[in-house]
């Protein structure tokens, strides 16, 4: 439909859509060597015992 309209008025998208990032917040980048020791973020897998 966005390109309907754009055909039929001889406009571009930027002209019906304005785009402007607010409140943005910087993203997280890995730094250094370090290893993660991921069993420490994992949580337990449950174990499901058989019925005796």
Known sequence: MLAAL???FDW???DLI???AENATV???ATGD?????????PKRARIR???
């Open 27 to 29: 993203r997280k980048v």
């Open 12 to 14: 571009i998208p930027t």
């Open 6 to 8: 754009c055909d039929i």
């Open 34 to 42: 370090a290893v993660v020791d991921l069993s420490a973020v994992r």
């Open 50 to 52: 058989p019925e005796r």
């Open 18 to 20: 304005a785009t402007k």
